[in-house]
Nanobody, 115 residues
Framework: QVQLVESGGDLVQAGGSLRLSCAASRSIPNIDVANWYRQAPGQQRELVAQITGGGNTYYKDSVKGRFTIYRVTAKNSVYLQMDSLKPEDTAVYYC?????????WGQGTQVTVSS
């Protein structure tokens, strides 16, 4: 079973940047989609960004123009570059990969944005 490990979460001031990483324990050559979700306290988990196996991307409206999702296949990794961070971006961020209809989740990484 492939495992995903997220890293890069931190405490940052509003307007700052972070890059989240999601590393797979082995190569996953045929990813259907890779997603970054987030969950704030008392809120439902929500999809923030998605990249398909063909490289198409989707972003939640509130992060468009500020967040960028990308893959580095050679490193078995998916990244989320987050710029111009806002306090409302504070949440636990989760990496999710879907392969052949199997959904794999990481353990999450905390992002806290102070005002």
């Amino acid at each position: 079973q492939v495992q995903l490990v997220e890293s890069g979460g931190d405490l940052v001031q509003a307007g700052g940047s972070l890059r989240l990483s999601c590393a797979a324990s082995r190569s996953i050559p045929n990813i259907d989609v890779a997603n970054w979700y987030r969950q704030a306290p008392g809120q439902q988990r929500e999809l923030v960004a998605q990249i398909t196996g063909g490289g198409n991307t989707y972003y939640k409206d509130s992060v468009k123009g500020r967040f960028t999702i990308y893959r580095v296949t050679a490193k078995n990794s998916v990244y989320l570059q987050m710029d111009s961070l806002k306090p409302e971006d504070t949440a636990v961020y989760y990496c999710n990969v879907v392969v052949d209809d199997n959904s794999i989740w990481g353990q999450g990484t905390q992002v806290t944005v102070s005002s």
